[in-house]
Structures are given as structure tokens and as C-alpha cells.
């Protein structure tokens, strides 16, 4: 069965990162992030569907561009204002800032203490009912651990994710 | 154990990987403008989770 390609995603911090970063910058062993975030995005953007993340994403990106890029000398601060400016700018995101509540109750199910960053995603995808897209596995299994009703996709398990053409795999739903 | 055998299938294998992930399209105009002074030490996805574990 061939799963449906949906118009509409919340798209994480992570893909967004992976994907302006270059490649060179990022541990040889998750230059596969760097490579499915990328057709991810390039194809998202080729069939124009609706690009929806949490308002959190951009602190959280500025956060990673600065301490793990211009603070450890990978690249200079300007390239680094680049980078950050490149994300917010370059991508239509409609940004959303969830319902306070609903933020609330998905971090109580999520059974967390610790910061509400991804019951801010996972929020908005819910209000949205549609998919979210991340790189991170421990989400993933914490979704599907705690029957969070939002339909998580890890980006390399999404078709369009892979090597092709950028017209391959248009929505069907 | 022939190191030198593994060293050259682990390096093959990491070159491959750049060329793949630098050939893949991005949609961000500022990653071809960047100067990389350091390489190959960020975990992106590593640093947002310990945002979010804090």
C-alpha cells in the first residue's frame, strides 16, 4: 500500500537545520539527515503544499547556528546571520503559536517534566491534523509509546526524502 | 584486523555521503554563500534535543 502524500506538514527545527547547513559542517555519520531534509524541503517547495511549523522553531534553529556553529568556529557569525536569515526567509512557513492548553495536555501525555518544545510542534500538527515531519527517532517512539493522536513521519521514511526528480511523488490527498 | 582495509571502505563510504548530501537540492540561497572554516563536528539533531530534555 502506498501511503498518501499529504498537502499540508509541520515541519521541525531539525529538517530545517539539516537542510541550510552545509554539508561539510555536519558529522560524517548524519550526512543522511542532511541529504533526505534536503529533498524533503526541495520537494515540499517543488509541489508548493502548505509549510506549517511552531513559532519556537526559529529560537531553537538561531540557538544551534550560533553555540554549535559560529561558537565552535565553523563558520563566521555573518555567515551564521545567513544561515538563520535563510531559514525565516527563504521557505512561506505559516508560523503558529499553539494553544496554550493544548500545549499543556500534550505535554502531560507525552509524560514529560522537561521543556514543552516538542508538545509545542506536536500541538500544532494535532490543531492542524496533519503530519510532522522530524529527524528525531526518540520523539517517534514516544508518540507512538504514548498514543499521541498525531501522525508522525521520521524524513527518511517519507518518499520524497529520496534521490529522483523533483516532480516525483506529488500529493495524492 | 586489516585497519587499513576498514579505514579505506569507512572513508569511501563518508565520501559518498557528502557527495550525496551535497547533491541533494536545498532550498535555503545562504548554504552555497557560507564560508566552512571547521568541518564535520555538528549534530544538529542532537543539540535541539538537549533543548528540549532541559
Given amino acids: 500500500?502506498?501511503?498518501?502524500?499529504?498537502?499540508?506538514?509541520?515541519?521541525?527545527?531539525?529538517?530545517?537545520?539539516?537542510?541550510?547547513?552545509?554539508?561539510?559542517?555536519?558529522?560524517?555519520?548524519?550526512?543522511?539527515?542532511?541529504?533526505?531534509?534536503?529533498?524533503?524541503?526541495?520537494?515540499?517547495?517543488?509541489?508548493?503544499?502548505?509549510?506549517?511549523?511552531?513559532?519556537?522553531?526559529?529560537?531553537?534553529?538561531?540557538?544551534?547556528?550560533?553555540?554549535?556553529?559560529?561558537?565552535?568556529?565553523?563558520?563566521?557569525?555573518?555567515?551564521g546571520v545567513k544561515l538563520i536569515q535563510s531559514i525565516e526567509s527563504d521557505v512561506p512557513w505559516t508560523w503558529h503559536d499553539p494553544n496554550n492548553q493544548q500545549v499543556y495536555e500534550m505535554q502531560r501525555t507525552l509524560n514529560r517534566t522537561q521543556s514543552t518544545g516538542d508538545a509545542e510542534f506536536l500541538a500544532v500538527a494535532q490543531a492542524l491534523g496533519c503530519p510532522f515531519i522530524t529527524t528525531d527517532s526518540k520523539?517517534?517512539?514516544?508518540?507512538?509509546?504514548?498514543?499521541?493522536?498525531?501522525?508522525?513521519?521520521?524524513?527518511?521514511?517519507?518518499?520524497?526524502?529520496?534521490?529522483?526528480?523533483?516532480?516525483?511523488?506529488?500529493?495524492?490527498? | 584486523m586489516d585497519m587499513s582495509k576498514t579505514s579505506t571502505i569507512s572513508t569511501k563510504t563518508r565520501a559518498e555521503a557528502l557527495t550525496a548530501a551535497k547533491a541533494a537540492p536545498t532550498p535555503f540561497s545562504a548554504t552555497g554563500q557560507v564560508r566552512v572554516l571547521k568541518s564535520g563536528t555538528m549534530d544538529p539533531g542532537k543539540a535541539i534535543r538537549k533543548l528540549r530534555d532541559k
Fill in chain 1, 1 to 79: 500500500v502506498t501511503q498518501p502524500i499529504a498537502r499540508r506538514y509541520v515541519i521541525d527545527t531539525n529538517i530545517a537545520v539539516y537542510s541550510v547547513l552545509p554539508p561539510e559542517t555536519v558529522k560524517p555519520e548524519l550526512l543522511e539527515f542532511v541529504e533526505t531534509s534536503r529533498w524533503f524541503m526541495a520537494r515540499a517547495l517543488h509541489h508548493k503544499v502548505e509549510m506549517h511549523t511552531a513559532r519556537l522553531m526559529l529560537p531553537e534553529a538561531r540557538n544551534v547556528i550560533y553555540r554549535d556553529g559560529i561558537a565552535q568556529g565553523m563558520f563566521s557569525l555573518e555567515d
Fill in chain 1, 139 to 173: 520523539l517517534f517512539n514516544a508518540v507512538t509509546q504514548y498514543r499521541i493522536p498525531v501522525q508522525v513521519i521520521l524524513v527518511s521514511q517519507h518518499p520524497w526524502s529520496q534521490q529522483g526528480e523533483l516532480e516525483d511523488n506529488p500529493p495524492t490527498e
